[in-house]
C-alpha cells in the first residue's frame, strides 16, 4: 500500500513539474527569456509572442532570436543570411550562442569588481594627500602635510573610464568546470561567444567598483574634515 502512495505520489510530481515548464526564447546574444509562446507571427514582420508574469504580451523580433522552446519542443529560427551580415552557420551560431549563455550563468568578475574599488578608492584617497615638499614651497605657514589635507582633484574621475579600458584587453584560458555545455569545451566559436560576454561583464564590474571606490575615498575626505 505504501508503495502504491509513494508511486502515486512521485507520479504526479513529475506530471505537475512538467506542465508547469515554462517556453522560453534564446536569444543570439545568449539571454534567456521565460513565459508563454503563443506562436511566431508572419505578419507584419516575424516575430515571437510571449507573455511575460504579469499577463502583458511582448513581440520579440526574429532577428535577435537563435531558437525558442515551446510545450519541450525547440525550434532553431537563426538562419545564414549574408544580406543581413549572418555568415556563421547554424552550428556555428549555436556555439557562439552557447558560449554566451555559460558566461552569463557562471562567469563572476569578482577580481574587476575588487580591483577598481581598489584602485579608485586608492585615487579618490592619495589624491587629497599633501606632501611635505609642497607645503615647504608655499608661503602659508598654516597649512599641514599629511593625508586629506590637500582638496580633491579631478584626477579620481578619470580612473573608472581609465579601469574599463583595461579590463577589456586581458583575454584568460576558459577551464572546463566553468562551463555548463561541456561539449563545446575548446570549441572556438564557442569560446568567442564566451570572452566576448566575458568581457562586458569584466568591464562593467570594474567600472562600477571603482565609481564606489571613488566614492568611498570622496566620502572618508568629507567626514575628516
Known sequence: MKQIVLFNIL???ILSGS???KDSILFLNGKVDYGKI???TKTPSDSVIIISENGKKEEISTYRVFSFTKANQTQILYRPDEFKGDFLSINETKAVTYGSYDARQTFKPYVPFIT???IGLGASIFDTYRSKSSVADTVNYNLEPGFFKSSPSIFPFLIPPVVCVAWAIPSFKLKDKKILHKEYF????FYR???RIAK???MLSSLL????GVGVGMSIYYIAQ
Request: no cysteine; glycine share 20%.
Open 193 to 195: 561567444g564566451y570572452q
Open 38 to 40: 503563443e506562436g511566431l
Open 19 to 21: 506542465f508547469g515548464q
Open 200 to 202: 562586458q561583464k569584466r
Open 209 to 212: 567598483g571603482s565609481v564606489i
Open 11 to 13: 507520479f504526479f510530481s
Open 116 to 118: 577598481g574599488f581598489a
Open 186 to 189: 575548446k570549441n572556438e566559436n
